[in-house]
């Protein structure tokens, strides 16, 4: 039930009156942020995503990085077209193992190669998230907040007859880590410590308070 149904939240009710964006295409994101209250229409970034890896310290780094040029690029396209947004919600989610950045499969062997690696072992799922509104303060400049959220995966011992299954059923091509823990993947998943909904792919109570920071009351 979206949370708006259940909290008469003064900040909450006030943003649905607005125009709020999420830049992206996601099923999974557009369902928890449906789930938290926001109404939003959806403009997909069309940021590239080419960023050299090499450049960034950390995966954190990266996803950050990745977010905020992802809204940016929403935002500014809107503001161009004389359509300029209340509010841009943008997201970038990655698996890193063995101090590696794990995006989407390239490829269904791409993606067993992910899976078998990923076998029996812990890796890190982290989602970044920014928020970008239109200035208060008289500039040019666009008000902008950026987070991240990290969330601990444990995975199953997978055979590879499991794994070449499991890939066969196309799910895992559209998701980072090769895997979509909403869905048939959870049972490849032995334990998760941190936000689960960050492994779907949106950290819905961080979302819900950078959100509330962003443009309501604390």
Not at 84 to 113: C, F, M, W, Y
Not at 126 to 135: E, N, S
Request: aromatic share 6%; net charge negative; hydrophobic share 35%.
């Amino acid at each position: 039930m979206p949370v708006q149904q259940v909290l008469n939240v003064k900040w909450l009710n006030a943003l649905n009156t607005k125009n709020v964006v999420l830049a992206s295409s996601s099923p999974r994101r557009k369902d928890i942020l449906s789930q938290l209250g926001i109404k939003y229409t959806v403009v997909p970034s069309t940021f590239p995503e080419t960023l050299d890896k090499s450049l960034f310290s950390h995966p954190s780094e990266y996803v950050k990085t990745n977010a905020l040029e992802k809204a940016r690029e929403v935002y500014d396209r809107l503001k161009a077209a004389g359509e300029t947004p209340d509010l841009v919600i943008g997201a970038d989610t990655v698996v890193s193992h063995n101090s590696k950045i794990l995006e989407k499969p390239r490829s269904e062997q791409d993606a067993i190669d992910m899976l078998t690696d990923l076998s029996g072992s812990t890796h890190m799922v982290y989602t970044g998230v920014t928020l970008i509104a239109p200035p208060t303060d008289g500039s040019d400049t666009p008000r902008i907040l950026t987070d991240v959220e990290g969330t601990e995966v444990r995975m199953q011992e997978l055979t590879q007859d499991l794994i070449r299954a499991y890939v066969e059923t196309k799910e895992p091509m559209d998701k980072a880590g090769a895997y979509g823990y909403q869905t048939t993947g959870s049972l490849l998943v032995k334990g998760i410590n941190g936000c689960s909904w960050n492994v779907i792919g949106l950290p819905a109570s961080k979302v819900f308070f950078m959100v509330q920071d962003f443009v309501g009351e604390k």
